[in-house]
């Protein structure tokens, strides 16, 4: 059903979403409608609309979710709360996925981490995370993530700025005798495009409803 | 019952031998039996066989257990397929433990590699193992453990051999953008000493049959 | 001299050579001869020869040499006996650098690679790299690289292939009791093309002979 | 000279003491006169007296070489200066080799990190070190003594305590695109020994004089 998908791109001319038409064409799928700083280009009705641009143009995402009236997978960064109560709102009628990172690794580090975490009740629990040194904040949003997992206890996260690495995050177990350790080492933009494209493939199959990346990784 | 069990021990002056005397005279175990390269030393009829030998001491073990008709726990590696097939045709009338690593991380590993899987379908695998330079079997029988849970998959098994490591191991998995890996690094031989310790009181207290260290972790 | 430097590029649509292209492009440098699968390119004679491609490509480059006369740069890897000693051969009359690896961090590790040798005379040795599924030769040349630094032994090296990975290299050292190991990771493919940049630069004002990478790192 | 050495051991009954005569045994080196807290063992007189014991003994072991007149290699920790004064005094007349830390693997990162710091001077660098949930300091003492190596800048140590681990260091040097990387990871206490060792074959053959460590690995 999936194998001929014609989507839209919104933010078609910016790094994900160049990213994104890349990974979507390798898949077969088709471009039939793209909106950026240049204007739009309409071939036909899309399947699903992808959005990879800024809050800025969040209004414009409004307008073409009403003409063509298809799911929606949005990946723009920084929506405030009235934006996200939008599409709520609009998921009522349409399948929308949301998240602020369509990391499939780190969804799966989460989901580890959560599993390891019940069956090792007594061992020391330590994360690290490596960024490129340009990196303002410390520590990342991600290993914030990770230690919320285990939100009855005090993690220490060592935060490392090197270079221009893209994202490492590993979690340590330690019991007396045996180490385990979970890491996740991005190395390109492309993992987001991937996890993209699984969020469309998701959205034209599924019921009305607001979905998060962890309910496309996770649910059947 | 178990807190003054008798053991006979096969292979009772190597590494893991050593380690098992160690934690089961800690606990107060009598050793009554044992057998290695300076041949057997019988004190008594023991309650329980622990075999930490090599393949070829394998047929003396059959004859031991023949003798005795006690249970066994074994942790030799690099077993063939007719030896697990007579340890099977053994545990019709005796309860046997058999597993290639008695730690509790590795089943952890194992279970986490098994979730991973299911969720990457499409990513490279690759497994690495590293041990100390004394080991005479390649890859260990904890990397095969793992290779098994992709069972319908060639994977590759790298194997490192160095100073005197007690033993890691690591799973890749490989996609376009990220690779996520998952790793156990035993700290000390004592772990499958104590593994194998929760394995001798879980043996002497069950029915005939033949269990995996996964049971005695797992079972109640 | 060398700042409007013209250069051929063979494979010039390879990962590499896409690279080495946007790297020498800023640099302002002018593409002015390729060849690749698509067959060649001709605009004027270059200044220099660059060559990003296979083995296989081996008697074109040989071909273009004679018909250029121009200093070469090759980075092609898994080059065999007989195509060295050709490179060689035509070293005599032209400046030719030659290295399986332009980054400078293997410059580095091969360094330290050679002191940590001298110190360790007894310890076990293992090298492993880690790169992209669509890597043809294994183990890498770079993998090769390291492992004549122990000339009179014979070093394992276990090779991984998982997703997109630009190329990780460890060299451990295991003696009884202790481990220490040196890593190169390349974060991006872009490592590389700047140093053939570099390679570039120093060949062109280079009087006729055969250089390594580490000529052009250390020689002034 | 050095195959049939004859040595004394003040501490013999002490983990270390015990790891160190497991290594010179299995060296053919003979162990001649011991010292502990069931008194003296004397055979024959020594080569060279090696203390692992305690400062509490120090004055005991000043008397020793008074009776022995034979090189020292000391690794009590916790000496003072007074005590320290007083070596250096004997060294007048005898070889004395004093360390805190005998660890081959140690020496080496730290000379490696000096020769990295001088090729690498812009780029980024991160010290980590893991140690198990004991230990009390925080970070490590050879992790001031890496840092130490940066003397003019400010560099970050991340700590994490887990398990049991022995001791892991480990060095960054962050470029942008690449990543070069040295650890060390103790498995067991034999690597003091180990250096002890070496430490005793360099003593008796040297001239009078107080050494560290670092001269016994890398003066010729």
Redesign the interface.
């Known amino acids: 059903m999936s194998s001929n998908l014609k989507y839209g791109l919104i933010g078609s001319l910016g790094r994900l979403g160049s990213e994104v038409r890349n990974v979507f064409t390798e898949k077969g799928f088709k471009l039939v409608f793209e909106y950026d700083i240049e204007g739009e280009k309409f071939t036909e009705k899309p399947d699903v609309l992808i959005d990879c641009s800024l809050p800025g143009v969040f209004s414009k995402t409004i307008s073409f979710i009403g003409r063509f009236n298809v799911p929606l997978v949005i990946a723009t960064t920084g929506l405030n709360d009235e934006m996200i109560t939008s599409l709520k709102e609009i998921s009522k009628d349409l399948p929308v996925v949301q998240s602020y990172n369509y990391?499939?690794?780190i969804q799966?580090?989460l989901?580890?981490t959560e599993?390891?975490k019940e069956?090792?009740p007594g061992?020391?629990v330590?994360i690290?995370e490596?960024h490129h040194?340009f990196k303002k904040d410390k520590p990342s949003g991600t290993a914030k993530m990770i230690k919320e997992v285990f939100n009855d206890r005090d993690v220490?996260i060592?935060?490392?700025?090197?270079?221009?690495?893209?994202g490492d995050h590993t979690v340590?177990?330690?019991?007396?005798?045996?180490?385990?350790?979970?890491?996740?080492?991005?190395?390109?933009?492309?993992?987001?495009?991937?996890g993209i494209l699984r969020s469309a493939e998701f959205a034209v199959n599924q019921k009305n409803g607001f979905y998060s990346f962890h309910d496309v990784?996770?649910s059947k």
């Open positions: 990391s499939i690794g799966i580090l989901k580890l599993i390891a069956i090792l061992w020391d330590e690290t490596t040194r220490n060592s935060s490392l700025r090197l270079g221009n690495v893209a340590y177990f330690g019991g007396l005798g045996e180490v385990l350790s979970i890491t996740h080492s991005a190395t390109s933009r492309r993992t987001f495009a991937e990784m996770f």
